[in-house]
């Protein structure tokens, strides 16, 4: 086999890898080795773990091998090391959701998710942090430690799957699987520097996680790259509704259509922005003109006005979860100070307000259909701000003064979880203080394929993918 150092390694993209292990120049316990090598360096000061499987890891390298050596390969995911947000139910292995309460939780059965990445061949190296019950947006934890982010230590990975975004972005595994409620899969991607996927609602199943809000809830890749992304999501995706295309990573490239249509939200979306992710995402758009996109302004018209009152009905649905559960009231000393508080005030919410909420929702997801027919995808920031600093619970807000952290890295991301359409967050540049700023992207349901190939345009046109946090060259 060809000598490669732990690095290339670990940055190798899934496609190159599995090419490099169907042609036997490298191993899929050299890849397990090279991440397990990077988790045991560097998981103690960035918390992305919470539980490592090492010698599971190992057997599982040594079949995939077998098995790959024999003409049994599986697909791109066979002998590819990942991690699971520990929010997935895992067969015989521990999984918390990040909290005290599910501490020793140990199921018997695995999730939907984790089963299908079994069966593409991908090898399970552990756990990722999160925050507490995916409950928060910050990746802090007061039960396990608090997710760091590898561009500067000092800073929030975003939540609530910031242990994945941690790990994905430093080489501990080449992808992970994350859940989305609000945000969490989009936000610590975009703060981390690296590719998160929210899909349509329902596609990639969610039996067998730990439940947020029951309809709010997604499933979906967090990666290094538009494509690895895509190959996560076939592995772990439903079935397509009839008429709808699946996505392919093989054909991405020729699916973008020579003119294609970017819609810019003149409502909303690009009100109270940082300064430099303003920038920056503003240099995106024009960049996409470049590719051959046809800039247009849309209209979100009800949006402002009804994304906050819409929320109303996931808050209902997260105390619905944990009441039923009998986790709250009844064990709620063992929360963490921020989710008992989250949950004190979901518990006075009445009645009026979650039906008010309802047709707020509607006009939502009207007002994207609408804008949908006139453009393939809309584009905004996924952040409006750049990571806040570790402890800080406000940060200032351009035009707004000081406002909650939680409230304003919320605050572009929730519009796709209501509506339950599919969206993407990829770098698009650094800060002067060199922290990443993320590009969301908005799709159609079920059009996975073409923002997909949206994205991977942009990605290839810009080098912003392929930057690595400083840290790990000198260490």
Known sequence: MTAHSESELAFLSIEQAARLLRRREISPLDLVEASLARIERWNSSLYAF???????????????????????????????????????????IRTTAGSKILADFVPEAD?????????????????????????????????????RNPW?????????????????????????????????I????????????????????????????????????????????????????????????????????????RRFRIGVPKEFFFERLDNEVRRLVEAAAKNFESLGARIEEVSLPRLT????????????????????????????????????????????????????????RRQIVEDFQAAFEEVDVILAPT????????????VHAPGEGDNIVRAELLRLTRPANQTGFPAISIPCGFTREGLPVGLQLMGPRWGEARLLAIALAYEEATEWHKGHPEFLASS
């Open 152 to 184: 500067a230590r000092d800073r929030i990975t975003g939540g609530s799957s910031g242990g994945s975004a941690a790990a994905v972005g430093t080489g501990m595994g080449f992808a992970s699987v994350g859940t989305d409620t609000g945000g969490s």
């Open 111 to 147: 999730s939907d998710v984790a089963e299908k990445l079994a069966r593409a061949g991908a090898i399970l190296l552990g756990k990722t942090n999160m925050h507490e019950f995916a409950y928060g947006i910050t990746g802090e934890n007061p039960h396990y430690g608090s997710s």
């Open 383 to 394: 952040s409006p701000i750049p990571a806040p600093r570790v402890g800080a619970r406000t």
């Open 305 to 360: 006005g009804a994304i906050d009152q819409a929320s109303q009905l996931v808050i209902a649905e997260i105390n619905d979860y944990h009441e039923s559960q009998g986790y709250y009231p009844a064990r709620a000393a063992e929360y963490g100070d921020d989710v008992r508080g989250h949950l004190e005030m979901g518990h006075k919410l009445l009645a009026v307000d979650y039906l008010r909420a309802l047709p707020k």
């Open 50 to 92: 919470l539980t490592v499987l090492a010698e599971s890891a190992r057997r599982q390298a040594k079949t995939a091998e077998r098995e790959i050596h024999r003409g049994r390969a599986r697909g791109p995911l066979h002998g590819i090391p990942i991690s699971l947000k520990d929010n997935f139910w895992t067969r015989g």
């Open 186 to 257: 989009r936000i610590p991607s975009a703060l981390c520097g690296i590719v998160g996927l929210k899909p349509t609602f329902g596609l990639v199943g969610t039996a067998g996680v730990v439940t947020l809000g029951i309809s709010f809830d997604h499933a979906g890749p967090i990666a290094r790259s538009v494509t690895d992304a895509c190959i996560l999501l076939e592995a772990i995706a439903g079935k397509y509704p009839r008429g709808q295309t699946r996505p392919d990573h093989r054909k991405l490239r020729k699916s973008l259509p």
